[in-house]
């Protein structure tokens, strides 16, 4: 990757969000945490991010609650957006799909996550090529 991604990583738990920062990082992304939605928001405003990833049950402001945010808000929106989560299909009811670029369902293979980062922030960067050309 040429351009370094920003990448905000939100999740309550402190394992993952230093696991997942850590495999990112080695990829090359400039990676920020948030502990809940709440931090994410803030850190959303105060600056722009090129993706997240995102737990969807949180305390305070959930990852569904987030998303809909985003969604209301595109101005501060990351372009891609994976979730992470552990709920079962029925609790994922309520996800709009077409709001995310990505789904894995904890406990997860980090590798796995790691892919589903690259595909999407190489598409980014694809598009931004051929915006470029155009």
Same mark, same amino acid.
């Given at each position: 990757?040429?351009?370094?991604?920003?990448?905000?990583?939100?999740?309550?738990?402190?394992?993952?969000?230093?696991?997942?920062?850590?495999?990112?990082?080695?990829?090359?992304?400039?990676?920020?945490?948030?502990?809940?939605?709440?931090?994410?928001?803030?850190? +959303?405003?105060?600056?722009?991010? /090129? #993706?997240? %990833?995102?737990?969807?049950?949180?305390?305070?402001?959930?990852?569904? &609650?987030? @998303?809909?945010?985003?969604?209301?808000?595109?101005?501060?929106?990351?372009?891609?957006?994976?979730?992470?989560?552990?709920?079962?299909?029925?609790?994922?009811?309520? +996800?709009?799909?077409?709001?995310? /670029? #990505?789904? %894995?369902?904890?406990?997860?293979?980090?590798?796995?996550?790691?892919? &589903?980062? @690259?595909?999407?922030?190489?598409?980014?960067?694809?598009?931004?090529?051929?915006?470029?050309?155009?």
């Amino acid at each position: 990757m040429s351009n370094i991604q920003r990448v905000l990583v939100v999740d309550d738990d402190g394992m993952i969000r230093r696991l997942v920062q850590r495999v990112l990082q080695r990829e090359g992304f400039e990676v920020e945490t948030a502990r809940d939605g709440v931090e994410a928001i803030s850190k +959303l405003e105060n600056g722009a991010f /090129d #993706g997240m %990833v995102v737990d969807l049950m949180m305390p305070s402001v959930s990852g569904f &609650k987030l @998303l809909e945010i985003l969604k209301e808000d595109p101005s501060i929106s990351p372009l891609w957006k994976i979730v992470m989560t552990a709920a079962t299909d029925q609790a994922l009811e309520p +996800l709009d799909r077409s709001s995310i /670029d #990505g789904l %894995v369902s904890k406990p997860f293979d980090i590798n796995d996550l790691r892919d &589903k980062v @690259l595909a999407c922030a190489n598409r980014r960067t694809d598009s931004d090529a051929n915006r470029g050309n155009a």
